[in-house]
Every structure is written in structure tokens, then in C-alpha cells.
């Protein structure tokens, strides 16, 4: 495929054009495809998710953006600029590496600085900037010691204001909080959205986590085997879902099929009411799933399939709840909150 | 159930297993400074005079320079191929990888004898007049593995990103190899390199079949011996060569210990400021 002339020296973005923008990209390797022809544009300033089982290919894409991996076709813009054929080194976006990558042999003040040092910044700027990212990033003290003597979530953080200090205009982040526990992850949701906010800067973030994605995007892209499958806001892709693999990767599959039509429900909008008689569909209590805060019913239904049903547990005990099991049941939706999927024009 | 007794004798045992290992040894050093030149004990008075017998010897002083040039030679010569050897099992995936890693490593194992005899059969074969360079050749076979060994554990250990974060934050590829590459292999480099020229240095079997006419420091020992002369002086060389082996591989064990990273004092304490 043709790509435009590099115009990436002295260009200046044009006004108006998405900070990202993807054309046609294609990459293998050998008889592998990572990314099958994709389409993408990331608006400025946006929380933009590339959300996807592992192997789907949103790694590859970050790669492609990065400039660490060559599209076999396709052109990459970044601000409108063309650097599809541009070094890692002339792109004007940073990386927070899945593992971080510190350099073990500095410090912590080093590793942030290090932007700054090959562009040849003064030492004193350097440090300037370097101690106004680590504050921002809520390790101001820590500037002296070594990446092995920090713990996993302040090694995530120096990683953070090491790619920030160059204020790139679009930050990528590779599954970030990956290696972090829960409560952390959960801390670090919340840090990174505002940090966004704050620095408005440009975010595309990779992760396998649905709640990350739906929790922190402004948009998000699901991805599945190399293709997009669908884009748009979390609540979105979450109430309607284009595609069979969307409605079970974000959320839970609940597919019905029904006079030939498909169509998905989510689980939490699904009323259900003991005994039979009435509109509905019925059915049989199969399986009760406690969670906590919330219980799962797994209804057989007696036309056929089967769906989920999400109850808080509001005022039933856990021993009331597995109860239910056997019991037979009726459930009832409002047609809004059912949504068809594998339609054509969704395609 | 581990008694206080079943300890005491593993102590006693491990205790037993270090003197094996080090009164002969020791005894030799005890001999360096005998004041009698023959070896009877206990001895009769300590002197240094064999250190000055020596070192003022021509013979003595053409093996050491001999060892030194050829130890020092194989060590360039073991960094090049071995890192070069480390960077391209660890980085790249290709048919017979295992394999070539095996035979890597294959040469320290392998006895001396077969490796130095190989080596002469194929330079007699060849009409390759067994000189300096021969010498350095039979020892790389097996000197080459240490740095290989240090660097591809190295390598191995280390974020394969790292490259790729120093290109990330705009480093030019010289940038990145002098602030990212050479310092985080620079210590396991340091360290086979000194392994290496120890290992050269104290050779016998090896260069015995591939030194020709010429002498290195150990080939001259192993002949005072056999013919029973000089032993004194051989006790002096013995301590003095003691001494050059163990710091080489004291200060190789030190720096490739924990992230083996260099400490390097000056910038760290400037920029804790």
C-alpha cells in the first residue's frame, strides 16, 4: 500500500486532526497475523482503551504507534503528521512499559531524567522538571535509591514520570498495572484518570481488564484476533454491544436467539420473579454463584438457551440465596434494554 | 529431624573437605619462604630470597611475559566472540539455537587432554608452526564460555525493553549503547574477561600441545619439576601465582553478585541532592 510522503520535518500539525491517527495497518509475522487492516482515530486529549483478549493484537497496535514495530502496510499520523517511517526516537509519544524497563544501573532521579539528558537539557532544568514529575507522580522522596529497592507500585509510578517528563503528546501505556494487586490496581485507576485530566495529554492504554477499560476510557476499541470490533464510549460498547465476542469479553455473554433474530441482554436487567403465569420468558434456577456484594443465577430456559441474572444482595442471606436453586422462575426485560447483535450495518 | 549431633559432623566433615583443599596449598606457601632450598620439615627459618632468585631469572621472566601476553590476547579475543556469541542466543530465535548453545559451553567441560591434542593434530595437519598464536587459539576454546556464560545470564536477567525504552525517550542508537547497553553488561564482561585470564593464565595441558619450543609460566614449572630443579624457585612462583588468580576471580565473584551493577558512586551521591 501506498503511504504519503513523510512530511515530519518542520510540518506543523495541522489544526484539528486527531492525535492519532491509524490507515490500513497490517502486520504479520510469517503466517501469524497480528493486525489484519485497521482503521483508527484517537481525538486530543482523549482516554482512549485498546481493550482485547492476549494475542488480539492492541499490543501490537501500541507497538505500531511507538514506532518499535513497522506496519507491512498502512500509515501511522500522529497530530496529522505522517511518521509512519519515522525512529521511536523522533516520535513525540512515550511509553510505560508492561515491566516498566528502569534501568537497574540508576538511580531513580536518573531514570526520570534520562528524557531530558539525551535532548540535551542542562543539568539543573533537568532536575527541576525531574522532581516536578516525581511529586506529581507522589514519590518526591524516593529520587535517590534504585528501581530494586522500590516496591512494585512505586517502580509503576517512576516508570510513569520517566515517560512523562518529556510532555509527549500522547502517552502510551501497555497493560500497566498488570503486576499490581487489586487495591492498587483499583488506586491506580483512579491516579492515572486524573493525572490525564490534569496533564491533558493524549492516553492510549492497553489492557485485558474490562473494568479498567469501561471504568477509566473516554472511548475504547475491543479488539479480537487482529481486528476491531467494535468503538465507542464504555457505556457504549457495555449497553450495546455490536458483536457476540463484544457482548461476552465486555461483561457477561448473554446471547439469546429468538425467530432467527440474536440478541443480547445484560444481566443486571433482567427481572425475576419466583412462580410462573404472567409475560416472560420461564424457566429453572440451574446454578446460584454467591459473590459477595451481589449473587449470579444461571437460568435454563424452557424455550431454549440460557441466561444470567445478576440480584444484589440487598436482603437475602447467602443461605436464602442458594436456596433458590431448582426453583422455577419467570423473567422479564424491557425491549430498550435488549440490544441485536451480528447485525449487517454492525458489521 | 536434624540432631545436634548429625550438625556437629556435618561440620566436622565440611571442616575435613576445606583442609584437603587448602593445606596443600598452604604448604606450598610455607615452602616459598623456606630458608633451605630443600623440603623437609618442619623448615628451618623464613626467607624471601627465592622471590628475588625469581624474578631476576631470564628463564622465569620470558615464561611470565610469555602467560601474560597470551592470557591477555585470549581475553580480548574471549570478550569479542563471547559477547557477540551471548547476544545472538539471547536475542534471536533460530533453527539449531539449542544446539549452538550446547557447543558453547560443550569446551570447558571436555577434557584438556582431547581438546589440546585435537587442536595439535590439526595444526601439525595443516602445517601451522605451533607459535604465540596457537597458544591463544587453544586457550579461546574454552575461555570464550566464561564470557558468554556471564554475559548471557546478564542479558537474560535484564528487561529486553530497556532498548527499546532508552529509543522511547528519544536516545540515538550511540546514546542508548553508552548509557543503556554498556553499563548494565559492563560488569558481566568485566567479570568473564577476569575469569578468562585466569583461567588462561595457569594453563598446562591445553598449551603443552599447542606452545611449541616456547615456555608460559606454568609449561616452565611443570618442567623444573619433572626434572626435579629450581623446586625452591617453583615455591616462590607457585605463592606469587596464587595471589594473581584469586584476585582476579575474588573481584569477578564480588561484581557479578546481586543486580551486579557497578556502584558508581560519584553521580548517584550528586544527583541525591
Redesign the interface.
Known amino acids: 500500500m501506498a503511504t504519503q510522503a513523510p512530511a515530519r520535518e518542520g510540518s506543523e500539525a495541522a489544526p484539528g486532526s486527531p492525535a492519532v491517527r491509524l490507515k490500513g495497518i497490517r502486520r504479520t509475522y510469517g503466517d501469524v497475523v497480528a493486525i489484519a487492516g485497521l482503521d483508527l482515530d484517537i481525538a486530543e486529549g482523549e482516554f482512549f482503551t485498546l481493550l482485547g483478549p492476549s494475542g488480539s493484537g492492541k499490543t501490537t497496535t501500541l507497538r505500531v504507534i511507538?514506532?518499535?514495530e513497522r506496519p507491512d502496510a498502512g500509515s501511522v499520523e500522529l497530530a496529522g503528521v505522517d511518521v509512519t517511517h519515522a525512529?521511536?526516537?523522533e516520535r513525540d509519544?512515550?511509553?510505560v512499559?508492561?515491566?516498566?524497563?528502569?534501568?537497574?544501573?540508576?538511580?531513580v532521579?536518573?531514570n526520570v531524567?534520562?528524557?531530558l539528558?539525551?535532548?540535551g537539557v542542562g543539568r539543573r532544568e533537568r532536575?527541576m522538571k525531574a522532581n516536578e514529575v516525581l511529586e506529581r507522580v507522589r514519590l518526591p522522596q524516593v529520587?535517590?535509591r534504585?528501581p530494586?529497592q522500590l516496591s512494585g507500585g512505586q517502580r509503576q509510578r517512576v516508570a510513569l514520570a520517566?515517560?512523562i517528563v518529556?510532555r509527549p503528546t500522547v502517552l502510551l501505556l501497555d497493560e500497566p498495572l498488570g503486576a499490581l494487586d487489586l487495591k492498587l490496581r483499583q488506586e491506580m485507576q483512579v491516579f492515572l484518570k486524573a493525572l490525564q485530566q490534569d496533564l491533558g495529554i493524549t492516553f492510549v492504554y492497553v489492557t485485558h481488564d474490562q473494568e479498567e477499560a469501561l471504568t477509566m476510557s473516554d472511548r475504547m476499541a475491543v479488539f479480537n484476533e487482529g481486528r476491531i470490533e467494535q468503538v465507542g464510549s464504555p457505556a457504549d460498547v457495555y449497553e450495546h454491544p455490536e458483536t457476540e465476542f463484544v457482548a461476552g469479553f465486555v461483561g457477561v455473554s448473554n446471547v439469546l436467539e429468538r425467530g432467527g433474530r440474536r440478541f443480547t441482554i445484560r444481566p443486571e436487567k433482567i427481572h425475576m420473579i419466583e412462580g410462573i403465569g404472567g409475560d416472560g420468558e420461564t424457566g429453572v434456577i440451574r446454578d446460584v454463584v454467591y459473590v459477595g456484594m451481589v449473587t449470579r443465577y444461571i437460568v435454563d430456559l424452557h424455550s431454549g438457551g440460557e441466561l444470567v441474572v445478576v440480584r444484589q444482595n440487598l436482603e437475602t442471606s447467602s443461605r436464602e440465596v442458594l436456596e433458590a436453586k431448582g426453583k422455577r422462575v419467570r423473567l422479564e426485560w424491557r425491549p430498550e434494554h435488549t440490544y441485536e447483535i451480528d447485525k449487517e450495518e454492525n458489521r | 529431624m536434624e540432631s545436634r549431633a548429625a550438625r556437629i559432623a556435618l561440620g566436622g566433615w565440611t571442616l575435613l573437605v576445606v583442609l584437603f583443599l587448602w593445606i596443600p596449598l598452604a604448604l606450598i606457601i610455607v615452602y616459598a619462604f623456606n630458608k633451605a632450598n630443600v623440603q623437609s620439615w618442619p623448615i628451618p627459618g623464613f626467607t624471601t630470597h627465592w622471590f628475588g632468585v625469581a624474578w631476576h631469572s631470564q628463564e622465569v621472566r620470558q615464561a611470565l611475559w610469555l602467560s601474560v601476553r597470551a592470557a591477555l590476547t585470549t581475553t580480548a579475543a574471549a570478550l569479542v566472540l563471547g559477547s557477540m556469541a551471548a547476544f545472538a542466543i539471547a536475542r534471536f530465535k533460530f533453527f539449531g539455537r539449542e544446539a549452538v548453545s550446547f557447543l558453547f559451553v560443550l569446551p570447558i567441560a571436555l577434557p584438556g587432554i582431547v581438546t589440546g591434542m585435537s587442536l595439535n593434530s590439526f595444526f601439525v595437519f595443516n602445517h601451522i608452526n605451533l607459535s604465540f598464536w596457537t597458544i591463544v587459539i587453544g586457550h579461546s576454546t574454552f575461555c570464550i564460555v566464561l564470557v558468554y556464560n556471564n554475559v548471557i545470564a546478564r542479558l537474560r536477567r535484564?528487561?529486553p525493553?530497556?532498548i527499546?525504552?532508552?529509543?522511547?525517550?528519544?536516545?540515538?542508537g550511540w546514546?542508548t549503547f553508552r548509557?543503556?547497553i554498556w553499563?548494565?553488561l559492563s560488569t558481566a564482561l568485566v567479570a568473564g574477561g577476569l575469569l578468562a585470564f585466569a583461567l588462561s593464565f595457569d594453563e598446562v595441558v591445553v598449551t603443552y600441545f599447542t606452545a611449541g619450543a616456547q615456555n608460559t609460566l606454568p609449561l616452565l614449572i611443570f618442567g623444573y619439576i619433572r626434572l626435579g630443579q629450581q623446586l625452591p624457585i617453583v615455591n616462590a612462583i607457585a605463592f606469587a601465582m596464587i595471589v594473581l588468580t584469586v584476585i582476579p576471580v575474588v573481584l569477578a565473584q564480588r561484581l557479578m553478585r546481586?543486580?551486579g551493577?557497578?556502584r558508581?558512586g560519584g553521580?548517584?551521591a550528586l544527583?541525591?541532592k
Open positions: 511507538a514506532g518499535f525512529a521511536p526516537s509519544v512515550n511509553t512499559f508492561q515491566d516498566y524497563a528502569l534501568f537497574p544501573h540508576m538511580t532521579q536518573e531524567e534520562y528524557g539528558r539525551v535532548k532536575r529520587g535517590a534504585r530494586v520517566r515517560a518529556n | 535484564s528487561s525493553s530497556l527499546e525504552a532508552s529509543q522511547d525517550l528519544g536516545a540515538d546514546q548509557f543503556v553499563p548494565v546481586d543486580t551493577v557497578l558508581r553521580t548517584a544527583t541525591a
